[in-house]
C-alpha cells in the first residue's frame, strides 16, 4: 500500500528529467559493459573485491564517475579496456599522477583525507572528460 501511493511521486520528477540526463542514460549503458567486461576478466562482479572499492575505466570513462566511500577506503581503478591505457591524478593529494594502466591492470589509491576528491586519466581528461569523484566521509 505504501508503495502504491509513493509511486506518483517518484514517476513524475523520473520522466521530466529525462530529456537532461540523456547523457546518463549512456553512462549507464556504458558502465553496464563496462561490469560485463569486469566479469569476463576477473569472474566475479566488481563489488565482490575484497577491501577495496572498484571503479572501472572504460571507453574514456570512470564507471562509476562520482562515488562516496568512508574515510581510509581504497579505490582501486581496473582497466577493462581492450587496448587504451589511463592513469589517475587524484588532484588534491599531493601525489603524482599514477603510472598508465593497461589492460586489465590496475592503479590503487587510499583516501585518508575527508572531503571531495576530483580525480582524472592524465591522457583523457582534456581530450574526452575522463574525470571522476570521489566523495570521502569523516
Ligand atoms: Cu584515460
Aim: charged share 20%; hydrophobic share 40%; with cysteine.
Amino acid at each position: 500500500m505504501i508503495r502504491t501511493s509513493f509511486l506518483p511521486a517518484l514517476l513524475v520528477p523520473a520522466v521530466l528529467a529525462l530529456p537532461a540526463f540523456a547523457g546518463d542514460e549512456d553512462q549507464t549503458a556504458l558502465c553496464a559493459e563496462a561490469e560485463e567486461r569486469y566479469v569476463e576478466i576477473f569472474g566475479t562482479a566488481s563489488t565482490e573485491a575484497e577491501g577495496v572499492t572498484v571503479v572501472t575505466m572504460y571507453k574514456y570513462n570512470f564507471c562509476p564517475a562520482e562515488i562516496t566511500v568512508p574515510v581510509g577506503t581504497t579505490v582501486r581503478w581496473v582497466n577493462v579496456d581492450k587496448r587504451t591505457s589511463h592513469s589517475v591524478l587524484v588532484k588534491g593529494s599531493g601525489q603524482p599522477e599514477s603510472d598508465r594502466a593497461f589492460p586489465e591492470e590496475v592503479i590503487e589509491f587510499t583516501f585518508l583525507e575527508p572531503g571531495p576528491q576530483d580525480y582524472l586519466c592524465g591522457p583523457h581528461w582534456e581530450t574526452q572528460n575522463m574525470i571522476g569523484m570521489v566523495t570521502v566521509e569523516p
